[in-house]
C-alpha cells in the first residue's frame, strides 16, 4: 500500500499565508483612509498657523494647495510606475512618502518646511488607484466588487474620521502631536502593506515617459495653480490668465507626444473611447459635486449666530456633524457592489449622482435646522459612496489589465481637477454673496443656497454622463474563461 507523501507539520508556512491573504484587503484599506486622514488633519490648524509659524495667511494656505498640486501630478506618473515596476513596490513608496512628510512636519514650525512636506505627502493621493489595481489583479471576480467599492469608499471615511480627530488634538495638545500621531500610523501602515500585500506579476514593460511625465506636470501645475488662487490673486489678474494659457499651450504640446510615442504615460486612444472617456468626464463632474457638501456644510454650521442661520459650532461639532456621512460610505459599500453585479456600474454611478442631487435639495429645503444638515450632508455621503464605488469598476471592466494602475490614476486626477474646481467655484458663490456681521463679512444663507444648487446641477449633470457610457453587463459578464490563467483571463477584458 502506498504511503501517503509527508506532509509539513500544521502551522508552520500555510497559516501565516494565509493571514497575510485574509489581512490584504484591511491593510489596503486602511493605507486609503489614511491618506484621506493625512490630507484632512491640516485644516482644523489653518486658522492658528499664522500665529503659529509667524507666516501669512496666504503663505498658510499652500499647505493645502502644495498637497493639491503634488497629488493631481505624482497619481497618474506614480500609478503608471505601478503598471511598469510593481503596484505594491511603487505603493509602499508612496505610504514611506507620505509618513516622511508627516515626520517633516512633527519636527519643524518653519513654513517652508512645512510646505514642502505637505508637498511629499501629496504622493500617498496614488494609494488608491494602486490599492485597486492589486485588488484586480489578485481576488477572484466574485470578491473583487466588494473590495473595489470599499477601497474607493476610504478617501471620503478617512476625510469623515480626519478632521474631528485633528480638531480634538489641536485643541487639547501640541499641534505638532497630531503629526507625530500620523507619523505613527503611517510607519504602521508601510509595515503592514510590506508584510500582508504580495507584489502583482501583470507588468506592461518597457521605457518610462519622463518627457510625458514632465509635460504633465507643467500642464496640470498650471492649471490647478490658476483654479486655486484665482479667487485671491483676480480671475482677470496676469498671472492667472498667464497660468491657464500656459496650462493650455503645454497641454496641446503634451497630448501631441501622447500620441507618437512608442510608450506613452497616458494612452490617450484608451481614454477616447466612450466607455473610459465619459467614465473620465463623470469621475471630474462627481468630484465637483461631492467636494461643495465638505467645504459649505463646515463652513454654514461654524457662521456665528448672529448672521440668523449660522449654528456657531465649533470645529469639533462640525467634524462629528460630517462623521455620519463617513459611517454611511462604509456601510453602503457593499450595497454599491451588489448593484454593480446586478445592474451594471454604469446604472450604480448614475443612482449615485441622483442620489447626490437629492442630498442638495434638501440642503436648499432647509440648512437652518442642525437635523436637517446632517440629513442632507449623508444623503450627499451616501450618493458619493455610490458613484465613487462604481467609477474604478467601470475603469477595470475597460482597459487592459496591465493598465489598470495609471487609468485609475488619470480617473483619480479627475476627481482632483472636479473638486478644485468646486472649491473655487464654491468660494466665487460665497464672496458674491456677503453681508456685514459684527463689522466682518460672512456668507449670506442666499450664497450657501446657491452652492447647493449649482452642486445639485453638476450632480444630474454627472447622472446623465454615466446614463450616455456605452452598456455593460453585470460584474461576472467580463468574458473571462474559468480554465484560463489570471494574466490571460484578465488581458481578454472586454472592450480592452
Excluded at 505603493?91 to 512618502?97: D, F, K, Q, V
Amino acid at each position: 500500500m502506498d504511503q501517503p507523501a509527508p506532509t509539513s507539520p500544521p502551522g508552520t508556512d500555510v497559516a501565516p499565508a494565509r493571514l497575510r491573504d485574509r489581512l490584504t484587503i484591511p491593510v489596503l484599506a486602511s493605507g486609503g483612509i489614511l491618506m484621506a486622514v493625512m490630507q484632512t488633519v491640516v485644516v482644523p490648524l489653518l486658522p492658528d498657523l499664522p500665529r503659529l509659524t509667524g507666516a501669512s495667511a496666504a503663505t498658510v494656505s499652500w499647505m493645502v494647495t502644495a498637497t493639491l498640486l503634488s497629488g493631481a501630478v505624482l497619481t497618474p506618473v506614480l500609478g503608471r510606475a505601478g503598471d511598469m515596476y510593481g503596484k505594491r513596490r511603487v505603493l509602499i513608496g508612496a505610504l514611506a512618502l507620505m509618513t516622511a512628510g508627516s515626520v517633516m512636519c512633527a519636527l519643524s514650525s518653519d513654513i517652508r518646511v512645512l510646505i514642502a512636506a505637505r508637498a511629499l505627502q501629496g504622493a500617498a493621493a496614488s494609494v488608491v488607484p494602486l490599492s485597486i489595481s492589486i485588488l484586480r489583479d489578485e481576488l477572484p471576480p466574485e470578491h473583487r466588487g466588494s473590495a473595489v467599492a470599499l477601497m474607493s469608499s476610504t478617501v471620503g471615511i478617512g476625510a469623515a474620521l480626519g478632521l474631528p480627530l485633528a480638531a480634538l488634538v489641536v485643541q487639547y495638545a501640541d499641534w505638532h502631536t497630531m503629526f507625530w500621531l500620523t507619523s505613527l500610523l503611517g510607519a504602521l501602515g508601510v509595515t503592514a502593506t510590506w508584510w500582508a500585500v504580495k507584489e502583482s506579476p501583470v507588468r506592461e514593460p518597457g521605457r518610462f515617459d519622463v518627457l510625458g511625465a514632465l509635460g504633465l506636470a507643467v500642464a496640470l501645475v498650471s492649471l490647478l495653480l490658476g483654479v486655486s488662487q484665482g479667487g485671491q490673486w483676480g480671475w482677470g489678474s496676469p498671472r492667472v490668465l498667464g497660468l491657464f494659457l500656459a496650462a493650455a499651450a503645454v497641454l496641446a504640446l503634451w497630448w501631441w507626444h501622447q500620441l507618437r510615442t512608442e510608450r506613452p504615460l497616458v494612452d490617450l486612444r484608451l481614454v477616447t473611447r466612450p466607455r473610459v472617456g465619459l467614465s473620465h468626464v463623470a469621475a471630474m463632474l462627481t468630484g465637483f459635486a461631492f467636494y461643495a457638501n465638505s467645504l459649505v456644510t463646515a463652513q454654514l454650521v461654524q457662521a456665528p449666530k448672529a448672521t440668523g442661520y449660522g449654528l456657531g459650532l465649533s470645529i469639533v461639532a462640525t467634524g462629528l456633524c460630517l462623521l455620519p456621512g463617513g459611517v454611511t460610505m462604509l456601510l453602503f459599500s457593499p450595497l454599491s457592489a451588489r448593484i454593480s453585479a446586478s445592474r451594471g456600474p454604469r446604472v450604480t454611478l448614475a443612482l449615485g449622482a441622483a442620489v447626490i442631487a437629492c442630498g442638495y435639495a434638501l440642503r436648499v429645503a432647509d440648512s437652518r435646522d442642525l437635523w436637517m444638515i446632517i440629513l442632507g450632508a449623508t444623503v450627499v455621503a451616501t450618493g458619493t459612496t455610490l458613484a465613487y464605488s462604481a467609477l474604478p469598476t467601470l475603469i477595470l471592466r475597460a482597459v487592459p489589465a496591465a493598465q489598470t494602475a495609471s487609468a485609475n490614476g488619470v480617473n483619480v486626477l479627475m476627481r482632483t481637477i472636479g473638486q478644485a474646481t468646486s472649491s473655487a467655484a464654491v468660494a466665487a458663490v460665497l464672496v458674491h454673496h456677503t453681508s456685514l456681521v459684527g463689522g466682518l463679512p460672512v456668507p449670506t444663507l442666499h450664497g450657501y443656497l446657491l452652492a447647493f444648487t449649482m452642486a445639485g446641477a453638476v450632480a444630474l449633470i454627472a447622472c446623465a454622463a454615466a446614463l450616455s457610457i456605452p452598456g455593460d453587463g453585470p460584474a461576472g459578464g467580463t468574458g473571462r474563461a474559468r480554465g484560463a490563467t489570471r494574466g490571460a483571463r484578465d488581458g481578454a477584458l472586454e472592450g480592452a
